[in-house]
């Protein structure tokens, strides 16, 4: 199989190692799966970077359900967003490197389907720089190609979606429209990458990235 750039989503530092040590490149860690993954916990955080070696993207998500957020939402997810961006730890190995999280994992919609821009500009602020990702909030937006110039201009650097389906073998053809949108850069701009979940798996990987031109994708550690 050709080697990809492979994101796991894990909910402990455990899941995090083993996805490690199966060849994954990047860490989604979150909480609560069952419900389509929540903010983990700072001690979760701490113990795994103290635990693998390989990027660590951290989901922000306050609670089940859409996302569309209130202002006391939005702030409580800013505050976590904060104390995220300042956590340091210092791994156990003989160089005793300090390790700290890459990204930040967001995304917040209006009741009509549009991106919050107002919510998604907070929550990057909140972030001090730091990478951001938007997450599958942005499959169940109105109108994806609007959404991926909007975040585009925000500067969001990478956008998780199945290309507005349950599975990205299903949504393939959007997929493979905005994976060339992201090639076509605009001049003193970067451009969203995309990175493709929902089912991927070791036996449609290599036909998705056939189908889409897509470099990046994202799956349940457990997969591999």
């Given at each position: 199989m050709t080697k990809y750039y492979l994101e796991a989503c894990c909910q402990s530092a455990q899941d995090a190692l083993t996805a490690q040590n199966h060849g994954a490149s990047r860490i989604e860690l979150c909480e609560d799966l069952a419900c389509d993954g929540l903010t983990p916990s700072l001690d979760t955080i701490r113990e795994t970077l103290r635990s693998v070696s390989i990027p660590v993207n951290v989901l922000i998500r306050l609670r089940a359900g859409n996302f569309v957020y209130d202002?006391?939402?939005?702030?409580?997810?800013?505050?976590s967003i904060g104390e995220i961006r300042d956590l340091r730890v210092v791994t156990d190995d003989e160089n005793g490197a300090?390790?700290?999280?890459n990204?930040?994992?967001?995304?917040?919609?209006?009741?009509?389907?549009?991106?919050?821009?107002?919510?998604?500009?907070?929550?990057m602020d909140a972030a001090g720089g730091l990478p951001i990702t938007f997450h599958r909030a942005f499959d169940v937006c109105a109108h994806p190609k609007k959404a991926y110039e909007q975040l585009s201009e925000l500067g969001i650097a990478r956008i998780l979606t199945s290309g507005q389906v349950p599975t990205a073998v299903k949504g393939s053809k959007l997929l493979?429209?905005?994976?060339?949108?992201?090639?076509?850069?605009?001049?003193?701009?970067?451009?969203?990458?995309i990175l493709v979940g929902g089912g991927v798996r070791p036996s449609n990987i290599d036909t998705l990235a056939e189908e889409t031109g897509a470099q990046e994708f994202h799956s349940s550690y457990l997969l591999w």
């Amino acid at each position: 199989m050709t080697k990809y750039y492979l994101e796991a989503c894990c909910q402990s530092a455990q899941d995090a190692l083993t996805a490690q040590n199966h060849g994954a490149s990047r860490i989604e860690l979150c909480e609560d799966l069952a419900c389509d993954g929540l903010t983990p916990s700072l001690d979760t955080i701490r113990e795994t970077l103290r635990s693998v070696s390989i990027p660590v993207n951290v989901l922000i998500r306050l609670r089940a359900g859409n996302f569309v957020y209130d202002k006391d939402e939005i702030a409580k997810m800013c505050l976590s967003i904060g104390e995220i961006r300042d956590l340091r730890v210092v791994t156990d190995d003989e160089n005793g490197a300090e390790r700290k999280v890459n990204a930040v994992v967001i995304g917040a919609l209006t009741e009509e389907g549009e991106i919050d821009i107002p919510a998604v500009k907070e929550m990057m602020d909140a972030a001090g720089g730091l990478p951001i990702t938007f997450h599958r909030a942005f499959d169940v937006c109105a109108h994806p190609k609007k959404a991926y110039e909007q975040l585009s201009e925000l500067g969001i650097a990478r956008i998780l979606t199945s290309g507005q389906v349950p599975t990205a073998v299903k949504g393939s053809k959007l997929l493979a429209e905005l994976v060339q949108m992201s090639a076509s850069p605009k001049e003193n701009e970067g451009r969203p990458t995309i990175l493709v979940g929902g089912g991927v798996r070791p036996s449609n990987i290599d036909t998705l990235a056939e189908e889409t031109g897509a470099q990046e994708f994202h799956s349940s550690y457990l997969l591999w």
